[in-house]
């Protein structure tokens, strides 16, 4: 990886400038349900403090369109992350200002402050210059390590750095967004094959250009999930009351002729559980994919493609995985997912290199208790997306190189 990390600069004494992504979900009483987001950083945040640092941190929360919304503060992340690192971590009452400027410079040498949201300030998505440079007098060094954000050019993952690089201050990945870029990295550069690639979710649209750019890498790519009716249907098939984006089966066709001239593999479901209704108590049916009735609807891969797929991902030595197969958070449609995520498993088991690509995919493999099976779980579904579809990340990109 030539992006620079913290193994490479000196942080003893430093206030280091760290963006993170702490963007939780809540419940309707303001409880943190799920702190994922919070702990992957930890090892980050341990290493900073254990060699002296003074650490800020920079986090966004919700779309308060750039004022301020109570429901939207960072006082529960802030609680959380002091619980999880054992030791006080203040919350500054905004990220800029007189204010914040006196808690910055008087933070000691292992402490912890934490801006409050960004996005209450409009500045930030529109990568203000002047509020990426306020933002800039919190820090000798910045570390980014937010890679669930590293695909948005705002001020906090692109502005500040260029602002602390003006000035020659060392501006790097935490070891999150390392690990992040080494796992990913490995995907495009060098896989160990058979590699397996497992694309799923609602739209073709959404992942045209992934899925023509693993088609040329991967010895097979597998598609699921509802973005499989929209091939279905560019084949000249009924696919019913199955969800379907309008224009999606002309991309869909664009992409099978693209396989067939180049000779890629690339597989679609040869059947499909239909439903009568989206329910937990909707009648179900396998049938041939090409035979979907017109009064029902595709919401899982059928058995004898759970079949066909688990094999050939158990057989592979690399696998990545992104979209579930189905509606999995409803229980008549869990099995495609299920099942997928348990051969992978089984591949990793089996030695295999096996990356879930953020976004559903994680939450399937949360759900069914497989993280630990995997051997890297993203923390970016639009990131990793990106960086898969081979664009440059601007929060990588802005980044000291080695």
Known sequence: MSTKTLSDINVQNQRVLARVDYNVPLDDNGQITDDARIAETLPTLKHLLENGARVVLMAHFGRPKGKIEESMRLTPVAKRLSELLGQDVQLAPDCVGEETDA?????????????????????????????????ARHGDVYVNDAFGAAHRAHASTSGVPGVLQSQGKPCV??????????????LLQNPKRPFVAILGGSKVSDKIDVIQNLLPIVDTLLVGGAMAYAFIKAQGHEIGQSLFKEGDDIVAKEILELAKSKGYDLRLPIDILAADRDAEDASTQAVNADAIPADKMG?????KTIEEYSAIVEDAKTVLWN????????????????????????????????IIGGGDSAAAVKKFGLVDEMSHVSTGGGASLEFLEGKVLPGVAALDQK
């Open 103 to 135: 808690l910055v410079d008087n933070l000691p040498a292992g402490g912890v402050l934490l801006l409050e949201n960004l996005r209450f300030h409009a500045e930030e998505e529109a990568n203000d210059l002047d509020f990426a440079a306020k933002l």
């Open 173 to 186: 990945a935490g070891l999150l967004m390392a690990r992040e870029l080494e796992f990913l990295g490995q």
């Open 299 to 303: 919401m899982d891969i059928g058995p």
């Open 323 to 354: 979209g579930p197969m189905g509606r999995f958070e409803v229980s008549p449609f869990v099995q495609g997912t299920f099942q997928i995520a348990e051969a992978v498993a089984n591949a990793g088991q089996n030695g295999a290199l096996t």
